[in-house]
Structure formats: C-alpha cells, structure tokens
C-alpha cells in the first residue's frame, strides 16, 4: 500500500479529515455537547423539505452617483429565472437561466424562518447617494416587497439579499439567440 494511502487510514482511522483545517480543529478540540440542550438539527426530511410555501424571489438594485450595479432578477420555483442587467454588471440587457432548485428551495425556507414577512414594507436612513435595494417573494400566493435604502433594514434582509445574489453567481445562464 502507498505511503500517501497508508497517511489517509490512520488520519481517517482517529476521526480526523486530511483536510481539516484551522477551525476544524478548534471544533474538535473545544466542542462539547451539552446534554440539556435539545440537538437543533435538521433531519433528512426536514433539510430536503419543499412546504415553505414560496413560489416566487426577486432582487433589484437601483442606481447610486457611483459605480452600485443596478439590474433586476426574478427566480421561480423551478429554477428559472429572467434578469435585466443595466449598469456596472457583468451582463446587460435581458437574460434568463436557470438556478438550482436545491438553492432556491434552502433559499425559500431562510425567507419562511427568518419571518421576511413580517418585515416592514420600507428601511431607510437619512443619507444621499446610496443604492436601494428592493426584494420580494411570494409566500403562500402573497406578495411581499420590501424596500432597502442605504443597507437601513435588518441583518436578516442583507442575508435574503446577499443569498439571491448567490444563487445568480451559481446559475446557468441561457444563450441569447
């Protein structure tokens, strides 16, 4: 047997990955698990769910006196999505694609949990020059939008809107005819 496959047993066989970094080790040197605390993970079942009710996600972000990108995606339950590209983006003019059901569907499920719907209809702060950031999603045939200026809403609208921004680097973009 290979030195290099004999090295990966014995690092396998003491529970470690040959891989583990500097935080992996931290985990396993400091992480404890705490018996009165009810284990707050997901099943299978649970992680695969598709119940979130939201059949619809969009993202646009407007103009700034700068270099803000501005364009507008919509992303449908299926994947698809239509993307209009402006200024200070990779793509412009009218595009669609597709993005990762699996994406879309643990993207839906942060919008359900976080409360999204719950959200106030508009954030702002008293500044000029800042882009705007409006997102929705329709959550069991309701819309809801929610307008952003200069980053004033909660953590949990900058991860909605930095999680669409993922799923559009991830997507598979269709070919202008």
């Known amino acids: ?3 290099r496959w004999i090295t990966l047993a014995v690092l396998l066989a003491a529970g470690c990955a040959a891989s583990a970094g500097e ?3 931290l985990y396993r040197k400091t992480a404890r698990p705490d018996p009165n ?22 993202l646009e972000r407007s103009p700034c006196f700068g270099t803000c990108p501005v364009y507008t995606v919509v992303i449908k339950s299926d994947g698809t999505f239509r993307y209009k590209g402006e200024r200070f983006v990779p793509r412009t003019g009218e595009h669609t694609g597709k993005v990762s059901v699996y994406g879309f569907n643990h993207l839906a499920q942060f919008i359900r949990d976080s409360g999204y719907a719950d959200l106030q209809d508009d954030y702002s702060r008293t500044i000029t020059d800042c882009p705007t950031a409006y997102t929705t999603a329709v959550i069991d045939g309701k819309r809801k939008v929610v307008r952003n200026y200069a ?23 269709d070919e202008k005819k």
């Open 37 to 58: 605390r009810p284990d707050e993970s997901r099943s299978h079942e649970q992680a695969e769910a598709k119940n979130h009710g939201v059949t619809e996600i969009g």
């Open 23 to 25: 935080i992996a080790d």
């Open 151 to 173: 980053d004033a809403g909660p953590e949990k609208l900058w991860a909605v809107e930095q999680l669409i921004d993922k799923l559009l680097l991830e997507a598979k973009w």
């Open 1 to 3: 047997m290979p030195r």
